[in-house]
């Protein structure tokens, strides 16, 4: 559907997922499922905007929603720091997290007021908590190499830096950018953290450099790709001859694609003893979170888990 289309006045409720190329998600079929399954009777349309598209691509689509009676939200991906950047005006109220991270995730609309969300924190550390064993990083004193220090990155260190208990926070938490601003970033709202985890910013994009950091890991370590290799972009942030933590925690980010970092993981993981986990279950957090915000709905465990059912038959091989 063309931008011009996806802006026209809806007849019935509706949810706007603000992305590249979003016809190519799983969560355009998912949605109608799930929808049926909450009752909304809602529909999902795509609106997609070019990397860095001019503000008034952004204007567009945010006042649209504000004014259209239908257009009761929608979901920002990629665009996340872009279209708050291009609309931020236009919103009554954005969350702590959204103004901490200058990015939303979220556009909803209650009691009149145009609101933002920035869902990654609440969504990454739902994902973290569904296969972290609890106390794991008291027990191991392990730490966190997370190859790719954007939006991702610093959800993940938002979430961990807020949990309340020392045991389930890592000790310390490795970034690795090839982008000088994009560390200087998460520096920045590190600094507005209160923290005890250690941060470390390592500028690099050299596989075998990532190797080395990962080769020094203590037992029990976290390694994510949160570089979008494999997916949006060929290969793998390590090599073949990477030396995975033993007993440790690898995480691939996303579900679709080569996935090359997570097929080197697998082909290490009875040796290592490694405990593999893809992006599925982050990216039903991040849509049931959005969701909720949208339709106004309490999204229960057991709902969650209704909704993960509903939309198993539905994830790419
Ligand atoms: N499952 C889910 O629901 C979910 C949720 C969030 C994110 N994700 C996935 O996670 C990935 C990261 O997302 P994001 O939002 O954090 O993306 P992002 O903001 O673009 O961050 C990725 C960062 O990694 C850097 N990078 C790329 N290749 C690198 C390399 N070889 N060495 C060092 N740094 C490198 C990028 O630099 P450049 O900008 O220079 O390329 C960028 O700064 C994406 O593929 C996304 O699809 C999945």
């Given at each position: 559907m063309s931008p011009a289309e996806a802006l026209k006045p809806q007849t019935i409720p509706t949810m706007y997922?603000?992305?590249?190329?979003?016809?190519?998600?799983?969560?355009?079929?998912?949605?109608?499922?799930?929808?049926?399954?909450?009752?909304?009777?809602?529909?999902?349309?795509?609106?997609d905007a070019p990397l860095h598209a001019p503000n008034d691509v952004y204007l567009a689509i945010v006042r649209h929603i504000k004014n259209d009676p239908l257009s009761?939200?929608?979901?920002?991906?990629?665009?996340?720091?872009?279209?708050?950047?291009?609309?931020?005006?236009?919103?009554?109220?954005?969350?702590?997290?959204?103004?901490?991270?200058?990015?939303?995730?979220?556009?909803?609309?209650?009691?009149?007021?145009?609101r933002g969300h920035a869902k990654d924190?609440?969504?990454?550390?739902?994902?973290?908590?569904?296969?972290?064993?609890?106390?794991?990083?008291?027990?191991?004193?392990?730490?966190?190499?997370?190859?790719?220090?954007?939006?991702?990155?610093?959800?993940?260190s938002v979430f961990v830096a807020g949990l309340p208990d020392r045991a389930d926070r890592p000790r310390k938490f490795i970034a690795v950018d090839r982008s000088p601003e994009r560390l200087e970033h998460l520096k920045a709202i590190r600094q507005?953290?209160?923290?005890?985890?250690?941060?470390e910013?390592?500028?690099?994009?050299?596989?075998?450099?990532?190797?080395?950091?990962?080769?020094?890991?203590?037992?029990?370590?976290?390694?994510?790709?949160?570089?979008?290799m494999g997916k949006d972009r060929p290969g793998s942030p390590v090599t073949d001859n990477a030396i995975w933590p033993q007993d440790g925690l690898v995480w691939e980010l996303n579900y679709r694609g080569?996935?090359?970092?997570m097929q080197q993981a697998r082909r290490c993981a009875e040796s290592r003893n490694l405990t593999i986990e893809?992006?599925?279950?982050?990216?039903?957090?991040?849509?049931?979170?959005?969701?909720?915000?949208?339709?106004d709905i309490q999204l229960t465990p057991e709902l969650f888990a209704k909704l993960d059912?509903?939309?198993?038959?539905?994830?790419?091989?």
């Open positions: 997922f603000v992305g590249v190329t979003t016809g190519k998600s799983s969560i355009m079929k998912v949605f109608p499922k799930w929808s049926e399954i909450l009752g909304l009777g809602a529909q999902i349309v795509g609106y009761l939200g929608g979901l920002v991906t990629t665009h996340k720091i872009d279209l708050l950047n291009a609309t931020r005006s236009e919103f009554d109220y954005l969350d702590p997290f959204a103004r901490l991270c200058g990015e939303i995730s979220s556009i909803s609309k209650r009691d009149g007021k145009l924190p609440v969504a990454s550390g739902l994902a973290w908590q569904a296969f972290v064993p609890k106390g794991h990083w008291g027990r191991t004193g392990a730490h966190v190499l997370c190859l790719g220090a954007g939006g991702a990155a610093v959800a993940i507005q953290l209160d923290t005890d985890i250690e941060f910013y390592v500028l690099n994009e050299d596989p075998q450099r990532n190797d080395d950091l990962m080769a020094a890991l203590p037992p029990g370590s976290m390694v994510i790709n949160a570089t979008g080569e996935l090359d970092f893809d992006g599925w279950v982050y990216f039903l957090h991040g849509w049931t979170q959005v969701i909720a915000e949208v339709f059912e509903a939309a198993a038959d539905l994830r790419p091989t």
